[in-house]
């Protein structure tokens, strides 16, 4: 399942509520949640590391602390909310460095190709700052034989160049002048077509930055691309029943 950063807080809480105290332990690019009635939820961690000196590496918390701790494993997200109180429930300290990682601001790249279709914009958070799209004609499989056939191939083939040079176009124009402030690029579409963009040389620094899970969208257009924080920001959790 898939949490936006804005509801991981309280989705938390309430998996506190049916399962029980928890306790929170940091692994490789996830945080573990342990609940005392055996339930587990492993966090995967978006633009992973999540820095140790925030996180801790354990932390647990029995029941709900209306009365607070006083500073101690506070942790603010950022935007003025705590990220350490949800209502009257106090989140472990390593639940509640996620939280305030997860809902940072942070300036991303985003890079979306499909075969005759392709899209690429950088993102303040869940907004987009610049992007463009656009798409190329790309002819299906013909089922005719012969001379015909490997006509229509080279057709294709000659297409599909044509398409993949205007996506590292568009990449290279919206995402080098932006390079600087990236934090991460987060790539989308189908992999054949995102592995030869890899091959275009001025794109080697974008593909360095590449971080999160890939996104499986349709032909990317606009909304596509406006969609894609939805995507890239969520929390992944896979829970495990007692």
């Known amino acids: 399942m898939s949490v936006a950063p804005e509801r991981l807080a309280g989705w938390i809480a ?3 509520e049916r399962h029980g105290a928890i306790e929170a332990v940091v692994l490789p690019d996830v945080v573990r949640l342990d609940a005392a009635d055996g339930a587990v939820a492993e966090c995967q961690v ?3 590391p999540l820095r140790p000196s925030r996180a801790g590496h354990r932390g647990g918390v029995g029941d709900s602390d209306r009365g607070g701790d006083g500073d101690g494993g506070h942790q603010s997200d950022g935007d003025g909310r705590d990220g350490a109180h949800e209502g009257g429930f106090r989140l472990p300290p390593a639940a509640a460095a996620l939280v305030s990682h997860v809902c940072r601001e942070r300036t991303v790249g985003v890079l979306l190709a499909r075969l005759g279709g392709h899209a690429a914009g950088v993102f303040t958070g869940a907004r987009l700052v610049t992007g463009k799209v656009g798409s190329r ?3 299906g499989r013909s089922a005719a034989g012969g ?3 490997q006509r229509f191939a080279r057709r294709r083939d000659k297409q599909s160049a044509e398409a993949l040079r205007a996506a590292a176009d568009v ?3 919206v995402l080098l002048p932006r390079l600087p402030d990236l934090e991460a690029v987060v790539l989308g579409g189908d992999r054949r077509s995102i592995d030869e963009l890899r091959r275009d040389r001025r794109l080697a620094p974008v593909f360095a930055l590449e971080s999160g ?3 499986a969208v349709p032909d990317p257009r606009m909304p596509v691309l406006e969609g894609a924080p939805a995507l ?7 829970l495990l029943d007692p």
């Not at 890239?232 to 896979?238: G, L, M, P, Q, T």
């Open 14 to 16: 309430r998996f506190a």
């Open 46 to 48: 978006p633009f992973p």
């Open 137 to 139: 004609q790309v002819h």
């Open 147 to 149: 001379w015909s056939q």
């Open 171 to 173: 990449a290279a124009r």
């Open 213 to 215: 899970p890939f996104l």
């Open 232 to 238: 890239f920001r969520a929390v992944r959790i896979r």
